[in-house]
């Protein structure tokens, strides 16, 4: 008697990280940002220098590592709320627990980290446990971040801070130009995750579990444990972030972040990862946060008023969306 052995297909649907770049869905956002530098370079003198650049790179960086945990998630059709009211608690336990001298500043880091992947497994325990909507999840623990934040705070903003904490906002000489070392942070995390994503099974998984989760779990895919997983790990890069918004603005802001959320997943849609989950990447995120840097620092540039660089930002953000809707029609 003879036997055949059938094994499942590996899941597929993430891009190599190298072809991050050239992928389908991010080639139009990097047409968009690359028209709207040269728009503003036409109409500025200094746009193109060093210093701007570097400006916008550190406006940027924060909400980009946000957006980072904000594409995985959203890769596994899912969405974050709270990630900025919880990066604004990282922020406050690292920071109080630093100048308070309850730990040493290294330490206080680690565990304002450690805080946010907390959040981050909550999160991702009711969403496979107890099968909530993500969003109702999410909606809910902004509050939970948002409260906590403010009574561990006493609505005061942490001042003083160690060397420790505010060295990744401190700069370094690149050619003419000054860089920040949180700057250099961020872009290593976007790196890491492009590799992560386009070049290893979790990856894969990641990408088939936001396509068709229930096909994904057929074929062998522990989609409860990697969702989870995938929580956790937002949360920890959120906790990143925590530390490279302490580090730029030299404080522990209670208000930080209430906006920030929104930003990410401004990034996040405006970088050609779909709502739907199961296909973009982070380098398209980067992308993203960078257009969204651009045109804010260039209508400043060019003294348009703020409230129109959020007009702007919402017309974007639904074109884009309109445009995932379109693609997903003619692909079915």
Request: with cysteine; glycine share 12%.
């Amino acid at each position: 008697m003879t036997t055949t052995t059938t094994t499942a297909a590996p899941a597929t649907g993430a891009p190599p990280a190298w072809r991050g770049l050239l992928s389908g869905s991010t080639v139009g956002p990097l047409a968009a940002l690359l028209l709207a530098s040269a728009f503003f370079a036409i109409r500025t003198d200094t746009f193109l220098t060093g210093g701007n650049i570097s400006l916008i790179i550190q406006q940027v960086m924060v909400v980009g590592t946000l957006a980072i945990g904000q594409t995985l998630i959203i890769l596994t059709a899912g969405i974050d709320l709270s990630n900025g009211a919880i990066m604004a608690f990282g922020g406050i336990v690292m920071t109080k627990l630093a100048v308070d001298g309850t730990v040493p500043p290294l330490v206080a880091i680690l565990l304002g980290i450690l805080v946010c992947t907390a959040f981050g497994l909550a999160n991702g325990m009711l969403v496979t446990r107890i099968s909530l909507p993500p969003f109702i999840v999410t909606l809910g623990m902004l509050n939970v971040a948002f409260a906590l934040t403010h009574i561990y705070s006493n609505e005061e903003t942490v001042t003083g801070l160690p060397s420790s904490l505010t060295f990744l906002g401190e700069t370094f000489p690149l050619g003419h130009t000054d860089v920040t070392y949180g700057s250099v942070l961020a872009i290593a995390l976007f790196l890491l995750f492009a590799y992560l994503l386009g070049q290893t099974a979790w990856g894969r998984h990641v990408h088939a579990t936001g396509n068709a989760p229930e096909s994904a779990r057929l074929t062998g895919i522990p989609t409860k444990r990697l969702l989870l997983g995938v929580y956790a790990l937002a949360g920890t890069v959120y906790g990143v972030a925590a530390l490279l918004l302490v580090a730029r603005t030299a404080v522990g802001d209670p208000k930080a972040g209430q906006t920030d959320n929104l930003d990410s997943i401004t990034a996040v849609v405006l970088g050609g990862t779909s709502l739907f989950g199961g296909r973009g990447s982070v380098i398209g995120t980067l992308i993203g946060a960078l257009i969204v840097g651009v045109i804010r620092n260039g209508l400043q540039l060019m003294g348009v008023r703020s409230i129109y660089q959020i007009l702007i930002t919402g017309v974007l953000v639904i074109l884009a969306v309109t445009v995932d809707q379109l693609s997903r029609r003619r692909t079915r």
